[in-house]
């Protein structure tokens, strides 16, 4: 059974809540990537946080990216992965949310993130084929 640990991008890194938009997005382009999972005080997950959220929600506005927080932005329910889940639970939890991008959590620690990428990378044509359908299809 391959798993979310096996076909996750590996090193991911939290943003605290507090951090402002114009520090995510430079962490972002550091890091070659387009979402940062954001943390509470306790390194918990309490959202995520993306490139479009900061320009369309921030940018587009008029809103000052250097004022606004993550936690200004993040909104809904943070949903995560065990990195020992299989990847059948993996396309379930994005395909029933609707979510391109799943933080992968081993005992209560950020360890990894998957993203359209990875599966595209990892799963069979029919695979991908069925999440696209499930996750675009509704929009």
């Known amino acids: 059974m391959t798993t979310a640990a096996e076909i996750m991008h590996a090193g991911a890194q939290w943003i605290p809540a ?3 938009l114009d520090r995510a997005a430079q962490l972002m382009a550091q890091l070659n990537v387009g979402a940062l999972p954001v943390s509470d005080a306790n390194e918990r997950l309490c959202g995520i946080i993306t490139d479009r959220d900061i320009v369309v929600k921030c940018v587009a506005k008029g809103r000052d990216p250097s004022k606004i927080t993550c936690a200004d ?3 809904g329910t ?5 990195a020992d889940a299989s990847v ?11 979510i391109r991008r ?8 950020l360890v990894g993130m998957i993203s359209e990428a990875d599966l ?3 799963l069979t044509d029919q695979q991908i084929h ?3 359908e499930k996750v675009y299809a509704s929009r």
């Open 130 to 132: 069925a999440f696209v």
């Open 78 to 82: 943070p949903r995560w992965i065990d």
């Open 102 to 109: 799943l933080p992968v959590i081993k005992n209560k620690k």
């Open 18 to 20: 507090t951090e402002t």
């Open 120 to 122: 595209a990378t990892h």
């Open 73 to 75: 932005l993040a909104e």
């Open 88 to 98: 059948d639970q993996v396309l379930d939890e994005m395909e029933r949310n609707q």
